[in-house]
């Protein structure tokens, strides 16, 4: 299992659907992902987690990258998720305050703060 | 003895590996099924770790993971060989030692989240890092 990787624009957002596993192997290339959309202008991303099949620390610290990047361009990054097992490393480690979390990926598109 | 006792290089590749491994035994050794996610993102976060500190160490020694199974117990042990430095020796202000920290306690703070029963040690030969998880007395086993 590796890491998959694929982006859609929907509106002036960009969606970003991760499949697969996100851990110190393969965090590098999610990060390099999100540094190239905002590096191309993309500020407003969307993280669809509902593939992820695991998620650690080293993909907690790019996601967090990650806002920190689109913030310095005062764009947004969302996250999809409904899978327990990956809600709960964001809640032991506090970052459900730290980043949007929608059901699904039309109401993460819909959202504004 | 371990049961089971695994060495690899610090390299990230092989953390997945661990992670396996380490599901497959706990699953063996009786830990609920619904902690082995548990298991696998703990063992994980301290492999990288260990994996991390090798590296950062330049030590080419493996990282060492020891699956144990006890009575009505199952622990895991991770070890590095990186030395620790006592704080008021590291050099001021050296790139990358701030980002290097957090995601180190990023990695501790998750598995201190998911482990009841954690050991963190470290010395002047390296680290462990202990986890401990209840089992299951075993079921009538099918042939």
Redesign the interface.
Known sequence: MDLSLSTRTVGDRTVVEVGGEIDVYTAPKLREQLVELVNDGSFHLVVDMEGVDFLDSTGLGVLVGGLKRVRAHEGSLRLVCNQERILKIFRITGLTKVFPIHTSVEEAVAATD | MATVELRFSAL??H??TA?LVAAAVARRAGVDEAVL?EV??AV??AC?RA??LHQNAGITAPVKVQLIEEEKQFSIEVGDEAPRIAPGDRAPGAAGDDLEA??DE??L??IS??VDDVEVTAGENGGQIRMTWPTAPPSAVLP
């Open positions: 990230p590749e953390v997945r992670r996610d696998r993102l994980g976060e990288t994996v991390g957090e995601e990023m990695g703070a998750v989240g998911l």
